[in-house]
Every structure is written in structure tokens, then in C-alpha cells.
């Protein structure tokens, strides 16, 4: 029953885009921009994960304090999304993930004057944010982008462009504190978070399809039954995933290991390699088959 209503849907919105071929142009100049941009954005965001409570620690915080900074970060970045959401159906994708990157890059060079830890968590929910609308923004942008009987495929390829700079970033930010301290860390960050911005404002403009005169109104601008579901796979795994990326390098160091570096790493690697195929397979049997195992 999962496997037929996915391909209906997909019919569906075969028929809705005007094209029904299975080599629909993926590559387009749009694609790889957003691609690259979001990597270059993930880039800067990873650096911080496991260099952010180290730096807070060294402010004096306690465990509950540097915990508190992700939960906060999270907490504000989830907060914006369904209102991103509204308005990016109501005013266009593009402008606002241009706001949403400049004011990222902003956050995260505040960070480089935050020396106590209730400044840190002040910048923290600005960041989160900042985070949760150029990520709803691109996100939204990718989904425009991708020929929907390519749709898995392409967010395969394009979370393969998330998963390089996990498997880079967070090694480039132990490396530049270990060397270098933590002011340099921000300003590279940063830096990266400006490049996103520039290869942002190459993109073209947005479709007529993803236009105001399609936004939803009422309670369904801000909320959609069908996504339940997929809301609570993707939280429960968040949770998970939240846990090990915040405490991971403070546990490294209380057994004594000085560079987790390469947990990341590998653990990107991983993701690399499994997400094409998962993608396909997604675009040709279902989301079932992918989702369960995957579980």
C-alpha cells in the first residue's frame, strides 16, 4: 500500500511539472550553486560543533551550561521554521536564504567577542536562529529544484555535499584551536559562512510555481498532518545525533584521546557512500524500503 501511494503521488507530480522523463536534467547551474553553497554553509556550522563547548568550558560553564548552548540553538532554530516556511511560499525562496546566511555570518562572528557564558547563549539563539531559516530556505529551494521523479536522487547528491564538509569541518576546527585559539576559529567560520552568501546570490530567480499565489493560508501555512511522522523519525534521531556531537569531544578528553577528528570524518564517509544508492532506491521502490532498514 506505502510502495503504490508513493507511486501514484509520484505521478501525480510527474503530471504537475510537465515533464515525465527519467532523465529530467538533475545537474543544472541552480543545483550545483545551492549544492556548493550549503556546503560551504555546513562547513562553517560544523567547525563549531565540537570546538563550541570546549570554548564554553574554558568560560568557566558547567556540563548543564554547555548542554543548555545546543538546546537553546536547536530550541530557537525549530521555533522559526514553520513562519520560514510560510514565507517562503508567500515571498520567494532566494531572498530570504540570503537573509537567513548573512545573518549566520553575523552570529558567528559575534562569538569572537562572547566571553562570558551567558553572552555565548544570547549569541546562541541567534545563531539557531539564523541556522533554522537559511536551512528552511535551502532546503525548500533544493526540493524546487529537483525533478520529482529524480527527487531521492538529488537529495541524495545534495546531502553528499553535507556530508563532505562533516567529513572536513569539524577536524579543520580542532585543528585551528589546538594551533591557533578560538578568535581565529570564529573568523574562519565566518568566512565560510560569507562564501555560502556570495554563491547565494548567484542563484537564479524562483520559479513561478514556488510564488505567493500558492501559499497555503490559515492553519495549514503552519502546520501539515502528513509530515507528523517524518517530524518524529527525524527528531528522534536528532536527539540522538545532538547528544554525541555536544559532549563527544569533552568525553575524548576526560579518556585522554587529544583529536576526534576522525569520528567525524569517518562517520561522513559513511554517509557518502550510502546516500546515492539510497536515493535511487528511494526514487524506484519507496520510501519504506529505504527508511526501515535504514532505522
Request: with cysteine; hydrophobic share 45%; aromatic share 12%.
Amino acid at each position: 500500500m506505502v510502495k503504490r501511494n508513493y507511486r501514484e503521488r509520484l505521478i501525480c507530480m510527474e503530471h504537475d511539472s510537465g515533464s515525465s522523463s527519467p532523465h529530467s536534467r538533475l545537474w543544472t547551474k541552480d543545483f550545483w550553486l545551492i549544492s556548493l553553497a550549503t556546503f560551504f554553509h555546513l562547513f562553517s556550522f560544523q567547525m563549531l560543533t565540537p570546538t563550541l563547548p570546549t570554548y564554553v568550558q574554558t568560560l568557566g560553564a558547567s556540563e548543564g551550561v554547555i548542554g543548555l548552548v545546543t538546546g537553546l540553538f536547536a530550541a530557537s532554530a525549530l521555533m522559526v521554521r514553520p513562519f520560514i516556511g510560510r514565507e517562503l511560499d508567500r515571498r520567494g525562496r532566494r531572498s530570504i536564504y540570503r537573509l537567513g546566511l548573512v545573518l549566520f555570518a553575523l552570529a558567528v562572528l559575534t562569538y569572537r567577542w562572547a566571553y562570558s557564558p551567558g553572552w555565548v547563549l544570547t549569541v546562541r539563539l541567534a545563531h539557531g536562529f539564523a541556522w533554522g531559516v537559511a536551512t528552511t530556505a535551502a532546503g525548500t529551494i533544493v526540493t524546487d529544484l529537483v525533478p520529482p521523479e529524480r527527487r531521492g536522487e538529488g537529495l541524495g547528491y545534495y546531502g553528499m555535499f553535507m556530508n563532505l564538509a562533516l567529513a572536513i569541518a569539524p577536524a579543520a576546527g580542532l585543528y585551528i584551536i589546538y594551533h591557533y585559539h578560538y578568535p581565529p576559529l570564529f573568523y574562519a567560520s565566518t568566512g565560510l559562512a560569507l562564501i555560502a552568501l556570495y554563491l547565494a546570490t548567484r542563484l537564479g530567480q524562483d520559479r513561478p510555481s514556488a510564488t505567493s499565489q500558492r501559499a497555503p493560508q490559515g492553519a495549514s501555512a503552519l502546520f501539515e498532518p502528513g509530515a507528523v511522522f517524518a517530524g518524529i523519525l527525524v527528531l528522534l534521531l536528532s536527539f540522538a545525533q545532538a547528544g554525541i556531537g555536544t559532549f563527544l569531544q569533552l568525553h575524548a578528553q576526560q579518556r585522554g584521546v587529544p583529536n576526534v577528528g576522525a569520528f567525524f570524518t569517518v562517520q561522513a564517509l559513511a554517509l557518502m557512500c550510502v546516500r546515492p544508492l539510497a536515493g535511487r532506491t528511494f526514487d524506484r521502490r519507496g520510501p519504506g524500503v529505504v527508511v526501515i532498514p535504514g532505522l
